[in-house]
């Protein structure tokens, strides 16, 4: 609270060290609101819950006006306006401003290298031309950071923490010319950052993070000599990037990931023209003309050919997220997030993908997030190795574009239509070393276009009539590794699997016992045979007796009036109460 006081001034970076405050009170101040003042009142209408009641006292024009209420344009300072020449509004003294104790200051030059600092120190005196704050801890740059400071040339910020930085930051420096950001996090450039900064003439963004550039970034940048984009993720660069660096002498663009594709034509010939990128800039992909020189490369090799277009079509307004997601490893169009341990899809994928790599993972259950549909471009997903035992309906919404699906490895015990949904183009059906026990005709509903289906080291005993109707594309099964109990309701396999020959293999019988291991298509019909306990279809889990009630494993047949033991009691029971003369017996 800082009510009831004489306060007239209120400095651009006064609340920078206090993100969290929730509580403000500058009523009954002497708030002078001239263009000074003019960022508390954007600062207090983005923060309406506090700082209410906060009144300008001068000049008389705005006294009584709430500061948030003020329209920007009427904080104006005397020296704007004509006529006003004599007149002096209130300002923090200059001299009054000492020397953060962590720093040194000399020649309106501050020091604050290598001292520990988590945050840009505030108050610093407004006559500075000169800061250095290398080597430090800092992990944000505040709106208004350095606005104050109207003399500022020179700002280092350089091996920090950094990963955001205000649109606002470095708002009002007209007389900087050397900005050095390099060695942080940053993985963006926020739109209008270097606005107004007109007579930058160096500007160090090397050793960052760095995936995308708006093609407006540095619009006014027109006396800028060195830039540095050194060793960032840039995969792209927009055209017409480098056009407002009128006076451009050394550019360096080396150490980044840059798809040749036909986004990037106009960089080769932009370099051939303008040989001022002197650090060797070099394609990362496609493989034909990765770790080749961009200058040196002919303009037609540039060309975009299927997944290469993908990643850089909306490159200059960064519409593409081009982040590679935690974990993962991002390659061309192809996402690598392999053996990381992961207990779910991750929510933010590039939608460039068209290979995601999400084997040997922790995931168990694949949710219906609907993060394929923000993935147009996506072909292949392997889900191999992990532990899913359920698949979700609608998972897979907005797939159409796979071709191939790798399940192997995991723990699934059923598998039904239902649960690929959305893969209407799929070719490539991978369910190898699961737990199905079951093929029932409604399991690959809708998979029209699946070619390769491999079923192989599953728990299958029987398969119904007419499970592979739907699959009218198939040209390969896999069926091998399988404990097939060869009855009656098998026998259509055996005349199925002899007509289409499309079976990898010879998968065999291990029921009945004179049968077992013979190969399915080589028993004759008059020896699939059943006898009264045979099923004659699939059973999706453990059934209970009609006359029953079953929890868990408890089966519950009490007071029901049987005479015989019920049939379908589940062969895992654990607990079966049967009154003692309840049932009629037979030798």
Not at 171 to 196: C, P, W
Not at 459 to 471: C, N, S, V
């Amino acid at each position: 609270t800082l009510n009831n006081n004489n306060i007239s001034r209120i400095l651009v970076t006064s609340f920078n060290h206090m993100p969290k405050i929730r509580t403000l009170r500058l009523h009954s101040n002497h708030l002078y609101c001239d263009c000074h003042l003019a960022w508390l009142s954007d600062w207090l209408r983005q923060r309406r819950t506090i700082g209410q009641f906060t009144l300008c006292m001068a000049p008389v024009q705005l006294r009584g006006f709430n500061v948030a209420d003020v329209q920007k344009k009427e904080y104006v300072c005397p020296e704007d306006r004509p006529g006003y020449e004599m007149i002096k509004s209130p300002s923090c003294n200059a001299n009054s401003l000492s020397c953060p104790s962590a720093c040194t200051c000399s020649n309106n030059i501050v020091d604050c290298r290598g001292k520990g600092l988590m945050e840009i120190p505030a108050n610093l005196p407004e006559g500075i031309v000169e800061i250095r704050l290398e080597q430090n801890s800092i992990k944000s740059i505040p709106a208004g950071a350095f606005t104050q400071y109207k003399k500022l040339k020179r700002i280092d910020i350089s091996k920090n923490q950094i990963s955001d930085i205000a649109p606002d930051a470095f708002q009002g420096l007209k007389s900087l010319t050397s900005l050095v950001l390099y060695g942080n996090k940053i993985t963006e450039i926020a739109k209008g950052l270097f606005d107004g900064l007109v007579s930058l003439q160096l500007l160090l963004l090397n050793a960052n993070k760095i995936n995308c550039l708006r093609v407006n970034t540095f619009q006014d940048l027109q006396n800028l000599n060195l830039l540095s984009l050194y060793d960032n993720k840039l995969q792209t660069i927009s055209k017409g990037l480098f056009a407002p660096l009128q006076s451009i002498q050394t550019l360096h663009l080396a150490q980044n990931p840059f798809v040749c594709d036909c986004h990037l034509k106009w960089l080769a010939d932009y370099l051939q023209d303008n040989p001022i990128e002197t650090s060797g800039a070099r394609c990362s992909s496609p493989r034909r003309l990765a770790n080749k020189r961009i200058s040196q490369i002919k303009s037609k090799k540039f060309r975009c050919s299927g997944s290469e277009d993908y990643r850089s079509r909306f490159s200059s307004e960064c519409f593409m997220d081009l982040v590679c997601p935690e974990k993962c490893r991002c390659e061309g169009t192809i996402v690598d997030c392999a053996n990381q341990k992961l207990a779910r899809i991750p929510s933010h994928l590039p939608e460039y993908v068209t290979d995601l790599r999400l084997n040997d993972n922790d995931i168990s259950v694949l949710e219906a997030t609907g993060i394929f549909k923000k993935l147009p471009n996506l072909r292949k997903i392997n889900l191999s190795n992990n532990k899913i035992k359920e698949v979700r309906e609608g998972a897979f919404d907005g797939a159409a574009s796979v071709q191939e699906l790798m399940l192997t490895g995991n723990q699934l015990e059923t598998v039904h239509g239902r649960m690929f949904r959305g893969l209407s183009g799929l070719k490539t059906l991978m369910l190898r070393s699961n737990l199905v026990s079951c093929v029932s005709n409604d399991t690959f509903a809708g998979l029209t276009s699946v070619r390769l289906l491999s079923l192989y080291d599953n728990r299958i005993t029987t398969i119904t009539p007419g499970a592979f109707t739907t699959l009218v594309s198939l040209s390969t099964i896999n069926l091998l590794s399988n404990p097939f109990n060869c009855n009656c309701y098998l026998a259509w396999l055996g005349k199925w699997l002899r007509k289409r020959r499309i079976v990898s293999g010879n998968p065999r019988c291990q029921k009945p016992f004179f049968l077992k291991e013979i190969p399915i298509q080589d028993v004759a019909i008059q020896d699939f045979t059943c006898d009264g306990n045979d099923e004659s279809s699939c059973q999706l889990g453990p059934r209970c007796p009609e006359q029953c009630t079953c929890v868990d494993t408890v089966v519950r047949c009490s007071n029901k009036g049987l005479r015989t033991l019920p049939k379908g009691i589940p062969k895992d029971v654990t607990e079966l109460p049967l009154p003692p003369t309840s049932f009629t017996l037979y030798p």
